[in-house]
């Protein structure tokens, strides 16, 4: 069926809002990365045997990850007139026990995690709980949620992120109607500006105003890619975000390529991401099938297509012009810029190109569905919106987080993530992965955002957080992400082939005990100038994990080396 009208994705929505909640108990199992991992599928696999035995009149299917990595596998229980029940660590041996109370309209308490009520009007819920639904906590009462805002991952975990009728009714699809049938490119470009959105990749560049030099651009091709070559050690947000809601990312694509008069998309993506690109190619096929891409989208006559390229997972392709070099079959390796990519001759085979990670464009429906006024009232005046982080390491919560900008790190680390785990005092958190610094505990009143996190040394980034506890050893902790930066530089300048190599070899030295007083001032020296003359962001980076561990933790160091 092919979508061209308001009441044709009317239609479409309520096709999925049966599905739902279609009468009979529904049972979703969350199947992203994480949940597979420890044992989802098994879970799956006995829930189907049992239903398809018995011949039950109980609906399986399967969602993505809501984020609290920590308690999977977790599975979603609708019954009809009920609210939405999420339990956790749920094994095949729970499935007896969850089939026998769901035919009942109950849950087993033991396992259930919360009641989800904002989901009430998707789910059908119109009566009072019930004797016992009562008794199972809010999901906002949950403190790994408790402080979280989700805009990004709002439908994550809850529907079925293989089906694009479930997408459609929770609102999918009607933010790019709405800018394709009723504002013209500069009201779309305009409305992105206001909203204050940044590139959530880990510049922070104002994301209307790279689109509008896009536009502005004098070419008549255009190209807009997707960036999702998430290579952190320890970051996992994009890959969540296309397993569990892949749709939100080419309805963005499809309102930026409208604005920015593009007719091709390419989504670069790591191929150690199979599912996710599984989930990504099974979209696009069903997004052509309902004429959300394709030749005259809307009945607009505005065409559009998405093509995916899989990349071999060198760190370096997240540059942009590395990125770009590998779409068009050439070694990645970054090359000076200008041209910039949206500049004649920058871009991918040399046309103006808009480049832009997973999450980013993610934001872009909400922000035209909602509009910009809405967005740019959560998180900060210069830092608007939420940002999804990978909580990780040395703390008690795992999983994605989800807050406004401008959270402080006490907030994430200790209010969410519970602080360290089996007692352990959190000494320290590394945000923006392997470029970025390392943040000490005393200075976690530090508000998550662009300027504040550059202020002590570290980065945004992608997203992750690594906490670090009292037994970790800072100057290892250099040398692990250092010797990660020397072995994914590509080698193009010197600075970064030689530098980050002669770097590992002092921080080697001075772990192995055989490190002096000077060797911590040439370090600080080297670490500082492949900083400062490193061709990309890679090796303008890399050298923050040293710099803020000697800022910080300089008394690691000095117990290490000979007086």
């Known amino acids: 069926?092919?979508?061209?009208?308001?009441?044709?994705?009317?239609?479409?929505?309520?096709?999925?809002?049966?599905?739902?909640?279609?009468?009979?108990?529904?049972?979703?199992?969350?199947?992203?990365?994480?949940?597979?991992?420890?044992?989802?599928?098994?879970?799956?696999e006995r829930l189907r045997e049992i239903i398809e035995k018995e011949k039950l009149g109980i609906v399986l299917t399967k969602t993505g990850c809501i984020g609290y990595c920590k308690e999977e596998p977790l599975v979603n229980i609708t019954i009809p007139g009920k609210?939405?029940?999420?339990?956790?660590?749920?094994?095949?041996d729970?499935?007896?026990?969850?089939?026998?109370?769901?035919?009942q309209g109950k849950v087993?308490?033991?396992?259930?995690?919360?009641?989800?009520?904002?989901?009430?009007?998707?789910?059908?819920?119109?009566?009072?709980?019930?004797?016992?639904?009562?008794?199972?906590?809010?999901?906002?009462?949950?403190?790994?949620?408790?402080?979280?805002?989700?805009v990004i991952l709002r439908d994550a975990g809850l529907i079925n992120p293989e089906d694009i009728d479930e997408y459609i009714a929770v609102g999918g699809y009607a933010a790019a109607m709405k800018a394709l049938t009723g504002m013209d490119p500069e009201a779309v470009i305009k409305e992105v500006e206001k909203s204050g959105l940044r590139g959530r990749g880990g510049a922070g560049f104002?994301?209307?105003?790279?689109?509008?030099?896009?536009?502005?651009?004098?070419?008549?091709?255009?190209?807009?890619?997707?960036?999702?070559?998430e290579g952190d050690p320890g970051a996992y947000m994009n890959r969540n975000e296309m397993e569990s809601d892949p749709h939100m990312l080419i309805e963005g694509m499809i309102i930026g390529a409208f604005a920015m008069g593009a007719h091709t998309g390419f989504i670069y993506i790591r191929a150690e991401y199979p599912l996710a690109i599984e989930r990504l190619k099974k979209a696009i096929v069903q997004a052509r099938e309902r004429g959300f891409l394709g030749s005259d989208i809307f009945g607009t006559g505005f065409d559009f297509d998405i093509r995916i390229a899989t990349g071999a997972g060198a760190f370096v392709c997240g540059e942009s012009t590395a990125l770009v070099a590998s779409i068009e079959g050439r070694t990645g390796r970054p090359h000076p810029r200008?041209?910039?990519?949206?500049?004649?001759?920058?871009?991918?085979?040399?046309?103006?190109?808009?480049?832009?990670?997973?999450?980013?464009?993610?934001?872009?429906?909400?922000?035209?569905?909602?509009?910009?006024?809405?967005?740019?009232?959560?998180?900060?005046?210069?830092?608007?919106?939420?940002?999804?982080?990978?909580?990780?390491?040395?703390?008690?919560?795992?999983?994605?987080?989800?807050?406004?900008?401008?959270t402080t790190l006490d907030t994430i680390v200790f209010d969410i993530g519970n602080g360290g785990t089996g007692g352990k005092k959190v000494k320290a958190v590394q945000t923006g992965g392997p470029s970025g610094g390392c943040i000490p505990v005393r200075l976690f009143t530090t508000p998550v955002n662009y300027e504040s996190l550059n202020k002590v040394g570290s980065i945004m980034g992608s997203g992750g957080i690594v906490v670090m506890d009292e037994d970790t050893n800072m100057v290892d902790i250099a040398r692990y992400f250092i010797n990660f930066a020397t072995g994914e530089s590509c080698g193009k300048c010197v600075?970064?082939?030689?530098?980050?190599?002669?770097?590992?070899?002092?921080?080697?030295?001075?772990?192995?005990?055989?490190?002096?007083?000077?060797?911590?001032?040439?370090?600080?020296?080297?670490a500082d100038t492949v900083k400062h003359t490193s061709l990309c962001g890679l090796g303008q980076s890399a050298p923050n994990p040293v710099l803020t561990t000697l800022a910080y933790f300089r008394e690691e160091y000095d117990a290490l080396v000979k007086p």
């Not at 929505?13 to 969350?30: E, N, S, Y």
């Not at 970064?496 to 370090?523: F, S, V």
């Open 338 to 406: 200008p041209p910039r990519l949206t500049d004649p001759g920058g871009g991918l085979w040399g046309l103006p190109s808009d480049l832009n990670n997973v999450e980013t464009w993610c934001n872009v429906p909400a922000i035209i569905a909602n509009g910009s006024g809405w967005y740019a009232k959560i998180g900060e005046k210069e830092n608007t919106g939420t940002k999804v982080f990978s909580l990780v390491g040395k703390v008690d919560r795992v999983g994605l987080v989800e807050v406004p900008l401008g």
């Open 108 to 150: 087993p308490a033991d396992k259930a995690l919360c009641r989800v009520p904002l989901w009430d009007h998707v789910t059908g819920c119109t009566i009072e709980y019930g004797k016992g639904f009562t008794k199972i906590p809010l999901y906002e009462t949950v403190p790994f949620f408790k402080g979280q805002k989700k």
């Open 1 to 44: 069926m092919t979508i061209i009208s308001a009441a044709g994705l009317e239609a479409a929505r309520q096709a999925g809002l049966q599905k739902l909640h279609p009468g009979t108990p529904r049972i979703a199992v969350g199947l992203a990365t994480c949940g597979i991992a420890v044992g989802g599928n098994k879970v799956f």
């Open 206 to 229: 104002p994301t209307g105003l790279k689109w509008r030099i896009t536009r502005d651009a004098k070419a008549d091709k255009k190209y807009i890619i997707c960036n999702a070559d």
């Open 495 to 526: 600075p970064c082939r030689e530098g980050l190599r002669h770097t590992l070899i002092l921080l080697n030295r001075i772990m192995a005990g055989k490190g002096t007083a000077k060797d911590l001032e040439t370090l600080a020296l080297l």
């Open 94 to 103: 729970d499935a007896e026990e969850i089939v026998r109370l769901v035919q």
């Open 83 to 92: 609210p939405l029940v999420i339990l956790h660590k749920v094994t095949g």
